[in-house]
């Protein structure tokens, strides 16, 4: 057998102890070669068991600090840190051992002063020469085909994003930019930094690179637009680290280097949330989520099993929806007791068995209709799903003892113009009003969009972009408020820590965001030109559609909460008969399809709502225009 098959066929881990054995045996010669060379006249000798002696307890020694854990090719400090301390107890160690088995002698002390130093010598230099070595081997590939590219950003993740890129062929970093003054004229890893963020542009243009890699994974919202724009500006590709939220989260890796996101740019800074409570609320329960699989519903459930609830159902009508969360949470949460119900909320008999059976302490209702166009000639669907869907659910919560119910509705309940809106408002009044009559626990949770849910705006857009465009837009003023879907999760697992009953919480839901900057920034986040090479068309405002959203009706006065991300709107009472029999009323039309006798009801229910197609923009109540504290 040749050397380097014999090489080749033994373990790496096997040959790294070997060699670490052999550098402490070599260690401890040289170290009484070098104390008996002081003193020539003393005879040099090793006695019968003295190298076994040191072999077994340096090889012990190292087992036990986890040295051979460690891969030379990432030789790094705190391996050097590990050697040293090997060394230091494996010379107390040794010296120990043999002054049991011959009181030391033939060994001077001396030697284990000399042997740790030698040995740390010759254990850490074969490790930092092979990560050189390896290093020095992959720049000269880089050499060749490697990208240039500038990292924005060079604190920790720039820092270790610029080391990773050292072993991948395909990157060849040049240097950084950065706003910390302290970092003028400083070089990291061998690389400078070359200026300021503000400076981005000339930089890149200066030093010729291809691609910029942000390395911001803590900055805020408004940092990472900033930086986006200058990046822009270059016209060159640019890619980002993830979110630390992200990483926490377990939706990306550190090392990953991915697009920039919508969601990047129009997601909030972190929220602070009362976790505490929120497990109070959650662990050890019984859950029941619907519509569990769709894009609000999927998310509740995947947060709700991470904090430990006991048990978790999920009603979806869905059956591809169902399965995928199904599988997707038993195999993530493998210890959670999970049930998929595949069922109609609206299924009056369904409802009643599958709360019979898990009985659940906390329920959220996610399921629902929310595209406004498409329901705004189904009114009949929608109110059976949406109001009548609601009625069911909540009246079976209520006979098994749910102690906590949370709807999810929109802010298009908010002085509804659409068909949508009416029939999720009419949802709201229900469980508002039912919360008086039970000892459930009922409250309300509205919000606005959600980036990149399901059937949403941004993945039209970004369909459309894939497909050369064009990108259309009902009207250039519209605009919307957006939440991310992890983001607006967290917050309704808040309010159902926070609620007492029969509430309508909102979230902040931060500045609007007008649509065609929304199309702008995607078609730019893709590499293309807005405009020129994926036009943006103006389509008109559809029926139903508002030009800007309301979180609050102006009789609905909102008042901070102990969140200060959320809102609570006051109550606007209901006569509680008026309601059953509007609602018995409305379904004994939906069951004999007879729409003008439902229009009658909802009318009755909501004497303001308009069926007028009209659009109108001045009935907004911006969460930003009033102190909430004056409402208290």
Known sequence: MSLRRLVGFIHPRIAVVLHDLAMAALAWWIAK?????LKPDEI?????????????????????TGLYRSVWRFASLPDLWNIARAVVVGSLFIGVSLFLYNRLEGVPRSVLVLYPLLLAALLGVPRLAYRYWKDSRNDLLQNQVAKRVLIVGADRAGEVLSRDLQRDNRYGVVGFVDDNPSLRGASINGHPVLGRFDQLPEVAREVAVDMLLIALPGAS???????VSLCDATDLPY?????????????AQFNQ???????DLLGRDTVELDWTAIRETLSGRRVLVTGGGGSIGSE???QVARLGAQSLTVVEQSEYNLYRISQELRADFPELIFDGILANCGDEAAMRKAFADFRPQVVFHAAAYKHVPLLQDQLRTAFRNNALGTRTVADAACAVGVECFVLISTDKAVNPTSVMGACKRVAE????????????????VRFGNVLDSAGSVVPLFRRQIREGGPVTVTHPEISRYFMTIPEACQLILQTASIGK????????????????????????????????EIPIVYTGLRAGEKLFEELFHPLENYSATAHAKIFLAQHREVSWELLQAMLCKAAEAADVFNEEELRRCVSSLLPSFRWSETVHPDNVVSIRRANPESNE
């Not at 919202?221 to 930086?227: C, L, S």
């Not at 280097?257 to 969601?263: G, L, N, P, Q, S």
């Not at 900057?517 to 893709?526: K, T, W």
């Open 239 to 251: 890619r980002t680290v993830p979110r630390l939220e992200d990483v926490v989260a377990g939706r």
């Open 257 to 263: 280097i991915k697009e920039v996101a919508i969601e």
């Open 300 to 302: 509740l459930c995947r």
């Open 429 to 444: 009044i229900y469980c508002q009003n039912l919360d008086a009559h039970t000892a459930t626990r009922f409250m309300t």
């Open 33 to 37: 070669l070098l104390r008996y060379a």
């Open 221 to 227: 919202t408004a940092e990472m637009r900033r930086v």
């Open 44 to 64: 040099f000798s090793f006695r019968l068991f003295e190298f076994p002696i040191v072999l077994l307890v340096q090889g012990l020694i190292f087992r036990w």
């Open 501 to 532: 009953g029969g509430e309508i919480f909102a979230l902040d839901m931060g500045e609007p965001v007008k649509i065609r900057d929304l199309a702008e920034q995607m078609i730019r986040l893709a590499g293309k030109k807005p405009g020129s």
